[in-house]
Nanobody, 115 residues
């Protein structure tokens, strides 16, 4: 019913930038929340950022001031602009759409920060 596909991951040097995209398709309602999560090996999946359909945004303390979440409702796509990347940002990044009490996940995209 709802499919999410992430893209834009890759290898980047510390201090560099990367832009992730998440394209949603299927039965998308007007009122929904979209979010980014990440998971490093041996660690729990953690919440990174959220944007509601009305434009409210929130960020985890670890990325605040460096990452920016945005969405294009006409395209049913959301983005995560990552600047000033650090080694600890290395993880698989997942997008999530929440609507009417249900959550949907993408397959994830790998982000590796290394010199």
């Amino acid at each position: 019913q709802v499919q999410l596909v992430e893209s834009g991951g890759g290898l980047v040097q510390p201090g560099g930038s990367l832009r992730l995209s998440c394209a949603a398709s299927g039965s998308i309602f007007s009122i929904n929340n979209m979010a980014w999560y990440r998971q490093a090996p041996g660690k729990q999946r953690e919440w990174v950022a959220t944007e509601t359909n009305s434009g409210y945004t929130d960020y985890a303390d670890s990325v605040k001031g460096r990452f920016t979440i945005s969405r294009d409702n006409a395209k049913n796509t959301m983005y995560l602009q990552m600047n000033s990347l650090k080694l600890e940002d290395t993880a698989v990044y997942y997008c999530k759409l929440s609507q009417r009490g249900s959550g949907y996940w993408g397959q994830g995209t790998q982000v590796t920060v290394s010199s």
